[in-house]
Structure formats: structure tokens, C-alpha cells
């Protein structure tokens, strides 16, 4: 209906523009796959090292069909959420501690300021030799480095909440306490979500790389350093595939979920 | 609402300020400065820039604390005192996560009101204010005027003893502050509540006001209170009524003398 005003008003070739122009995300995605092709075709690349993307995404197929590859795809799910929700826990009471206190935020700031520099996964070594080669070193170390972020964030929020809010409430006979419930939290909690979505990643790149040197038998880490240990090229990039989908869908989930319980951020 | 004018008998004080001190930036903004306020009318507080009209409010509010000095509000303490405070920033007073309608009630559920009691109260302040639009919708959904409204129901749910007004009208349009005015007269005819503004506005200071403080520089003494006693409601006809005139042109005079008065060293 839209389409054909604009079609009349604009002329045909206005109308083709816009109708490009909504599809334009996913005119990057052929493009790419197209270049991809291109590079098979023309034996540019060594077809062992490259398959066609035919190949690649039949690989993802049957790997999701045979649920190898789902098996492994799902055990990095619950690593990853694992992570994240242990520095949940860990990070957003921390975070409001010390953002609401000036004078333990210097104490510790520098501090955390570090570790947050410090490569996480310099830490393996350290995180091996306290928790030995489970499982569970991978989630503790992806943990960390998630709480660094969330942490941060947490706490330039309560920092950052605004003063009138603050007085408002005191003023209508909030405790301190109820201040902070009411009003600090929920002002902090758009900078908190920034650090949530910053905290997931991170815990996702750490746990992929968790499981290709940390003595795995699954997840997707171990599944891409298998299947390039083999030569099974199109397995490695159905891998990689699926792990891109992974972060992104996790990316995705958190805006989702961001503006349904922060519809008021940026207003 | 009914707009019939209807002052207290007698405006005894009700605020009363004694021995304030408040230094700002190292040096002093209020010295051993006192001060009796009446009760049931409204007080505008006007003067220099940077003479700390805000900060006035907002210490015997208590939001600011003061240096050293006593506030009662009929001989009470702040803390056995109910007041009410409406924002020069509205956008920063409400809270954006809660519908207007919660921003409202947020101060009864504080007070510890039932929750039949907080509907009743509601429903009574929604009446008297012939909302126009929908108290369901979230502040940031709200036009300027329609938040500042929304505001000044939250300060007055909980049935406050005194309204501080800092500059309500000031981040609103012509249009919108010469509405908010006659809502401001109507709520001040149907509750005879002690309003305290503060306006940087001489003519809306005047029209609105029983009685303008005038302020000096800093430090900051009373300049001169200057009465208003034309009748209510007030009208666009009231700006052009001698009396006006000649009170406005009298505070512009007091306070051009103390701009002038610091420009000359």
C-alpha cells in the first residue's frame, strides 16, 4: 500500500531504491556468500582450506541434525550463561556498593582497574592451578572477567543517578534504604544492562577459548579445534558459523530484554 | 474546582526561620538570616542571580542542609512536618520507570497508606484536576506541562502542610506556564495550602503572590517584602489593574538597586 503511493509519487525508481533499501541487511549477507562462492569458483583460495558455502552449511546441517554439533553448540550455552550468571550475583551487589560509596570506590578502583586491563585469559594458568582441569575452571574464568565489566558499569550507574530523583524521594520520606531500592537501582540499571551485554560477550569468547586448551571434550572451542585438526574443513566453518549465531542471538536476546524492562533508557 | 476565594481568617505564622548560616563556595550566602512566613498564602521569593533563592527553599525544605539555624513549620520539626516540593526539572524529579499514575501514588505507598486508601486519594486528585490526558502512560510519554502537572499531583497527594515550588513554569512555554498559573491559583483556592515560589519571573512573582520577597545579594539579606492583596481569582485583567502595576514597577526597583548596588564597588 505504502509502497505503491511512494511508487506513484516518486516514480518507479524511488520505489525500487526503498524496497532495496529495507532489504539492504540482508543484501550484505548474499553478497558475502556470493564473494565466498566466487573465491571457490575461481580457485582463488585452495578448495581444501576454503569448501563452497554449499558445503559449509551442509555440514552445519547435518551437524544440527546428527546433534553433534547441537550437543556442542548447547554445552556452550549453559558454560556461557553459567558465567554470566555467577557474575551477575557476584557483580551487581558489588557494583552498588561501590558506586555508593565514594570512599571504597577509590580504595578498590585501581584495583579492579587492573584485572580489567589484564588479559583474562593470562589468568588461565592461575585458575587452573586453584580449580584443577574441570569444567568448571572455564565458567570460573569466564566469570571473572564478566564480573569486571558488570562491576564497573553497576557502579557508574549508582554513581551517575541523578540527584533530583534522589532528593525527591528523601523528600516524599524514603529511608536511605528505600531510596536505594526505589530509585538508585532502577536510575543505575541502564548502565548496568551496558555492562550485562559487554559481560555475556566476554564470557562467551573466554569460554570458546576455554574449550580449545583447557582439556575439553565439548562445546564449540573444542569442536573447531577438532575438525581443523582433521582437516574437516567444513565442519570447522559450520562451527565458527554457529558460534557467530551464538553471540549475536545473545547480543540480540539482551537488547530484546533490555527494552522491555529499560523502555525508559536514553529518555 | 470550585475558584471561589476562600483565605484563612487569620495568617498566623506558620513557618518560621531563625538564625540560618550557609556558606557557599568559602564564602557566606545566608548570615544569622530569620524569617516568618503565614500560613495558607502564597510567598514568591525573587532576587539576584547566584543570591541563592533555590538554596532558600531548599534548606527550610531540607534538602540542602543548613550550615547552622532552626526551621519549624508550626512549631514542629521538619521531620514531624509533611511537605511537598515541585521541581524546577521535571524531567528529572519524576521516575521514568513508573506510569504516571505510580508517580502519583509513590508517596502515599511511602506514608504506609492501605491501598484502598491511596485509590481514594488518587481518584479525589484526578478528579480536581480535570486531567486531559492519560495518567497510564509513562512520564517521557508526557509533553512538559503535562509532566510538571503530573508533578505537582505527586507533591500534593500526600496532603502536604507546605508546597516549595522552585521555578515550576520556567522550562515550560508561554502557552503552558499561562495555564499552569490558573492551575496553580485553583489548587491554592481549593486547599488554602502555604506555598512558597520561587520565580524568576517578576510578573508571574507578583500576579501569583500574596507577599514577594525580595532578596539581595550575597550575602543575602531581605532587600523588602512587598504585599500583593488584589483580590481572587486573579485574571489577565488583573496584570493591567493600577495596583499590579504599581507593585511590579516597585519591585523591579528594589531589585535594580541591588544589581546596581554590587556593579558600583
Not at chain 1, 509519487?9 to 526503498?18: H, K, L, N, T, V
Not at chain 1, 543484501?27 to 575461481?42: D, H, K
Not at chain 2, 498564602?41 to 525573587?46: D, P, Q
Not at chain 2, 525580595?214 to 523588602?224: N, S, V
Amino acid at each position: 500500500m505504502r509502497m505503491g503511493t511512494d511508487a506513484a509519487s516518486g516514480g518507479p525508481a524511488r520505489g525500487i531504491a526503498r524496497g532495496l533499501a529495507a532489504f539492504s541487511p540482508a543484501l550484505g549477507a548474499v553478497g558475502f556468500i556470493a564473494v565466498w562462492w566466487l573465491f571457490c569458483e575461481t580457485r582463488l583460495v585452495d578448495p581444501i582450506l576454503l569448501p563452497t558455502p554449499a558445503e559449509a552449511f551442509r555440514a552445519l546441517w547435518d551437524g544440527f541434525l546428527d546433534g553433534s554439533l547441537l550437543g556442542d553448540f548447547m554445552k556452550t550455552v549453559e558454560r556461557t550463561l553459567s558465567a554470566f550468571g555467577i557474575a551477575v550475583l557476584l557483580a551487581v551487589p558489588l557494583g552498588v556498593a561501590l558506586g555508593s560509596s565514594q570512599r571504597v570506590y577509590r580504595v578498590i578502583e585501581f584495583v579492579i582497574d587492573f584485572f580489567r586491563s589484564t588479559p583474562t585469559s593470562a589468568l588461565f594458568p592461575l585458575f587452573l592451578v586453584i580449580f584443577g582441569v574441570g569444567d568448571f575452571t572455564k565458567i570460573a574464568v569466564a566469570a571473572f572477567g564478566a564480573t569486571l565489566a558488570i562491576v564497573f558499569n553497576t557502579a557508574y550507574g549508582v554513581m551517575n543517578a541523578r540527584k533530583t530523583r534522589q532528593a525527591a524521594a528523601r523528600l516524599m520520606g524514603a529511608s536511605p534504604l528505600r531510596v536505594m531500592w526505589d530509585v538508585t537501582l532502577l536510575e543505575s540499571l541502564p548502565q548496568t544492562f551496558v555492562g550485562m551485554r559487554a559481560g555475556v560477550s566476554f564470557a562467551l569468547v573466554i569460554v570458546v577459548v576455554g574449550e580449545m586448551f583447557i582439556g575439553s571434550t565439548d562445546g564449540l572451542g573444542q569442536r573447531v579445534l577438532n575438525a581443523q585438526m582433521v582437516f574437516d574443513m567444513p565442519t570447522m566453518y559450520a562451527t565458527i558459523f554457529a558460534a557467530g549465531v551464538l553471540g549475536y542471538g545473545l547480543n540480540l536476546l539482551f537488547i530484546l530484554v533490555e527494552r522491555r524492562f529499560v523502555h525508559w533508557g536514553g529518555k | 474546582m470550585n475558584a471561589a476565594v476562600r483565605l484563612p481568617e487569620a495568617s498566623a505564622t506558620h513557618i518560621t526561620v531563625r538564625g540560618l548560616n550557609k556558606e557557599f563556595g568559602g564564602a557566606p550566602l545566608y548570615e544569622d538570616f530569620s524569617l516568618d512566613l503565614p500560613r495558607g498564602r502564597i510567598i514568591s521569593v525573587f532576587g539576584p542571580n547566584g543570591c541563592g533563592k533555590s538554596t532558600l527553599i531548599n534548606m527550610i525544605s531540607g534538602l540542602v542542609p543548613m550550615d547552622r539555624g532552626e526551621v519549624r513549620f508550626d512549631g514542629k520539626t521538619l521531620r514531624d512536618s509533611k511537605l511537598g516540593y515541585v521541581f524546577q526539572n521535571y524531567r528529572d524529579a519524576l521516575f521514568p520507570w513508573k506510569r504516571a499514575i505510580d508517580n502519583i501514588r509513590y508517596p502515599l505507598e511511602l506514608a504506609g497508606r492501605r491501598p484502598a486508601e491511596i485509590e481514594t486519594r488518587v481518584a479525589a486528585l484526578v478528579a480536581s484536576f480535570e486531567i486531559g490526558f492519560d495518567l497510564h502512560r509513562y512520564p517521557y510519554e508526557l509533553s512538559g506541562g503535562q509532566q510538571q502537572l503530573v508533578s505537582i499531583m505527586r507533591a500534593l497527594a500526600p496532603e502536604p502542610e507546605v508546597l516549595f515550588l522552585d521555578e515550576p513554569f520556567s522550562a515550560l512555554d508561554y502557552e503552558m506556564t499561562l495555564f499552569m498559573r490558573e492551575k496553580l491559583q485553583e489548587i491554592f483556592a481549593a486547599t488554602g495550602l502555604t506555598m512558597v515560589l520561587v520565580s524568576h519571573d517578576l510578573e508571574e512573582a507578583v500576579y501569583l503572590s500574596d507577599e514577594i520577597l525580595l532578596l539581595t545579594r550575597r550575602p543575602t539579606r531581605l532587600a523588602e517584602r512587598v504585599a500583593f492583596a488584589a483580590p481572587r481569582p486573579r485574571t489577565a485583567a488583573t496584570l493591567a489593574t493600577d495596583e499590579f502595576v504599581r507593585v511590579k514597577a516597585h519591585c523591579l526597583e528594589v531589585f535594580q538597586n541591588e544589581v546596581r548596588r554590587k556593579a558600583a564597588p
